[in-house]
């Protein structure tokens, strides 16, 4: 079964690991370096005892060791923790005070002049750490004699530290650890709060109360709302053409439907009836498909991948020559180089095909196609030879929201249509007077 954390306890859960991991391998670390820095501490403090030691023992050409009282005071209690003892062999020939009644487990003999530390046990309880230092004195006549210098100290001391040590090691770092993980967990609360932002808007978008996603994010997340705003925009649109489609229709339906009752209601005459009836419903056919168009229409959004208009027009341009063949049309055909825009690319053959094929129908013999880029747009010339539309005519047909049944006469659907999705695009189209003689049709489109 899979476990669906969120993404804060997921990083929690990840730092809350690592900081876990990190921690326990400080504290092995530290604690090794503490006891080794401890044992060093505690061989060098045996060395400097045996070289006080040395200094102070005396020996006679006999070969007896003496000594009343030494330097350091642990050496004359009893039973204080440090010990120290020469022996020849097997024979204790001189011990310090502190070993009154005690017995040392010696180690073996180290040899000439040589050292040896061990741990060895003070009467089978006390752990001891023990340097074991050969001796050579040599008296007057040349005889040598062998001894050895033990002294040890007690490893409770240094056990005791390493306790304390680590007991206060663990105590700093796990109250360390919790102070990290609780301010860990503040920094992710505070550092995906946009995240949680989003779904507040997006649970009121869902509610009604708002539209669009606020715009008051980090960049890092802002390219996320800006999209989902995007997608918002399109689809309120989408809707907004839809209930607009829906409304021109029904109006645009009245007109066709009346005429047809007027002509029941008083024409009797069978084959005028069939003329009219059959021209009306052509041109409620003709309405439907056109709303129908305008709806569909998918609109402007960044989101759709780019198309390339010198494809789309070199496909629409080869269809148009065999369809009006009979004509023999001269056509220039211009792009700065291949264009894309982001766009659907059935609403590009769409608004190209109906302007290409407009220029096609109406011109005499010459069409004009130029297609140039700028900064943010992309403009596009289609000319033709043909009449031209009238001056007072020119921005009435392509007027925003005029109707098709209010079309000037000879136009069409396919400039309606045209229009229609320019506007969807949030691009622009102006009709002027060609320098061919006709019609010139200026579009300009966002590219993103």
């Not at 020469?86 to 487990?105: C, K, N, Y």
């Not at 925003?400 to 400039?415: M, N, P, S, V, Y």
Request: charged share 20%; hydrophobic share 40%.
């Amino acid at each position: 079964m899979t476990i669906n954390l969120s993404l804060s306890n997921r990083l929690l859960l990840a730092v809350s690991l690592v900081l876990t991991a990190f921690l326990g391998l400080s504290a092995f670390s530290l604690n090794n370096a503490f006891q080794a820095s401890a044992e060093s501490a505690q061989r060098k403090q045996l060395e400097i005892s045996k070289i006080s030691l040395l200094t102070a023992l005396e020996f006679d050409e006999a070969g007896r060791v003496t000594l009343e009282k030494t330097a350091n005071p642990k050496l004359n209690t009893p039973n204080s923790g440090l010990y120290a003892q020469v022996t020849s062999g097997r024979e204790i020939v001189w011990q310090s005070q502190s070993m009154l009644g005690l017995f040392l487990a010696l180690p073996d003999h180290p040899g000439g002049t040589n050292e040896k530390f061990s741990i060895i046990q003070l009467n089978d309880e006390e752990t001891l750490l023990n340097l074991a230092s050969g001796i050579i004195w040599e008296n007057e006549q040349g005889k040598e004699f062998n001894y050895t210098l033990n002294i040890a100290e007690d490893l409770d001391t240094i056990l005791q530290q390493k306790a304390n040590f680590q007991l206060s090691l663990w105590y700093s770092l796990g109250g360390t650890g919790l102070m990290l993980l609780f301010a860990q967990a503040f920094i992710l609360r505070w550092g995906l709060r946009p995240l949680h932002d989003v779904a507040i808007d997006l649970n009121a978008i869902e509610s009604g109360d708002h539209e669009r996603l606020s715009t008051n994010y980090p960049k890092e997340v802002n390219q996320l709302t800006q999209n989902i705003n995007i997608l918002l925009d399109h689809e309120h649109s989408r809707r907004e053409r839809y209930k607009n489609s829906l409304a021109d229709l029904a109006h645009s339906l009245k007109t066709p439907l009346a005429v047809m009752r007027g002509e029941f209601d008083m024409n009797h005459n069978t084959s005028n009836l069939r003329k009219t009836a059959h021209e009306q419903l052509d041109r409620i056919s003709a309405l439907v498909d056109y709303q129908l168009q305008r709806a569909a229409t998918e609109g402007h959004s960044s989101l759709q991948a780019p198309v390339s208009l010198g494809e789309i027009i070199h496909k629409i341009l080869g269809s148009l020559d065999k369809v009006y063949q009979s004509k023999n049309i001269q056509r220039q055909y211009k792009i700065e180089q291949d264009i894309f825009i982001h766009a659907d690319e059935g609403d590009m053959y769409e608004l190209l095909g109906n302007l290409l094929e407009n220029a096609y129908k109406y011109c005499s013999e010459h069409v004009s196609i130029f297609i140039s880029k700028h900064d943010s747009t992309i403009e596009i010339h289609i000319d033709d030879d043909g009449n031209g539309i009238p001056e007072h005519a020119q921005q009435d047909i392509i007027k925003r929201g005029k109707r098709i049944d209010t079309q000037a006469e000879g136009q069409g659907l396919g400039l309606a249509i045209a229009s229609d999705i320019i506007e969807a695009y949030k691009g622009e189209i102006h009709i002027e007077n060609s320098h061919l003689g006709g019609a010139r049709f200026i579009i300009y489109l966002p590219k993103q």
